[in-house]
């Protein structure tokens, strides 16, 4: 699940219907992606315009391996 990107969407009052379209893909289909449901993802070109098209880094909304809890310089072993 993108926690990151969801809180960004809801932040700046974006729809995931508005991204969807320009992303030229289904609502439901968004939605399985932005949740890693069934599998779904995804894929590079898509992180590509998602970062273009909101001025995010790809490293902090895509490929962080940090948890979200984690933002406070908390670290928890595993």
Do not use: H
């Not at 926690?3 to 729809?15: A, D, G, M, T, V």
């Not at 992303?23 to 932005?34: P, Q, T, V, Y």
């Not at 998602?50 to 902090?60: R, T, V």
């Amino acid at each position: 699940m993108y926690i990151r990107l969801k809180q960004f969407l809801i932040e700046k009052n974006i729809k995931n219907k508005d991204v969807a379209s320009r992303l030229g893909m289904s609502e439901g289909n968004f939605s399985k992606k932005i949740n890693n449901r069934k599998g779904a993802d995804f894929n590079l070109i898509q992180v590509r315009k998602i970062c273009k098209m909101y001025n995010l880094d790809p490293n902090i909304y895509f490929f962080s391996n940090k948890s979200f809890l984690n933002d406070n310089n908390i670290e928890y072993k595993t």
